[in-house]
């Protein structure tokens, strides 16, 4: 299972981004996906799950500015993130994997992408 994730940049406060995650390869294991952030010198932190019901969990920090969605037909996981702020600088991972209930723990996914730079400036 490959991922490949795009759509980051620099952007300013309160703009929006739409990160893409295109999931290629034996997807058919896949069940879960996710999005983690690690900014520099900060471990690496969950941000967002949905899972192949549909069902999304997303962390604290993010909610209401940040939505997961997922194109079953595209193979494709989304993370839309608007009203950004500085503290979202970092760099954005999409994760995949078994189906999982400890969502939040990057070592329950077994696939990850390489990672898309997002810099917010005040």
Request: hydrophobic letters at 35%.
């Amino acid at each position: 299972v490959q991922l490949q994730a795009s759509g980051g940049g620099l952007v300013q406060t309160g703009d929006s981004l739409r990160l893409s995650c295109v999931v290629s390869g034996r997807t058919s294991s896949v069940f879960q996906w996710a999005w983690f952030r690690q900014a520099p010198g900060k471990e690496r932190e969950f941000v967002a799950t949905i899972t192949w019901t549909g069902t999304t969990y997303s962390d604290d920090s993010v909610q209401g500015r940040f939505r997961i969605s997922r194109d079953k037909a595209e193979n494709t996981v989304y993370l839309q993130m608007d009203s950004l702020i500085p503290e979202d600088t970092a760099r954005y991972y999409c994760a995949a994997g078994g189906t999982t209930s400890a969502y939040a723990v990057d070592v329950e996914y077994a696939y990850w992408g390489q990672g898309t730079l997002v810099t917010v400036s005040s």
